[in-house]
């Protein structure tokens, strides 16, 4: 099993910047990839950006440029560096990060408790 804890989630004015952390912990052999994924109120969960372990990244078209995901993989801890923000960024920010189990040789994907980011205008 892995738990992934998020923090850094809050309030902030149109323009201004937050940091969203995502630390992984318990049992398994590595953190594959990792990514962050946003769901505002009424809407579907979308991916905002991902990161694999050799540091390849990927981000929605919504934020590139302004949204910067990195990882520290001693730590199994992938960053997620919001500036800019829209007020249309405001969401429930969730971690995702697959694991290799090696007892059951697969890799399994889990999912943070989320974190609130609000963007005010």
């Known amino acids: 099993q892995v738990q992934l804890v998020e923090s850094g989630g809050g309030l902030v004015q149109a323009g201004g910047s937050l940091g969203l952390s995502c630390a992984a912990s318990g049992r398994f052999f590595s953190i594959n990839a990792m990514g962050w994924y946003r769901q505002a109120p009424g809407k579907q969960r979308e991916l905002v950006a991902t990161?694999?372990?050799?540091?390849?990244?990927h981000y929605a078209d919504s934020v590139e440029g302004r949204f910067t995901i990195s990882r520290d993989n001693a730590k199994n801890t992938a960053f997620l560096q919001m500036n800019s923000l829209k007020p249309e960024d405001t969401a429930v920010y969730y971690c995702?990060?697959?694991?290799?189990?090696?007892?059951?040789?697969?890799?399994?994907?889990?999912w943070g408790q989320g974190t609130q980011v609000t963007v005010s205008s």
């Open positions: 995702n990060a697959y694991a290799y189990d090696l007892g059951s040789r697969m890799v399994v994907p889990y």
């Open positions: 990161i694999t372990r050799t540091g390849t990244t």
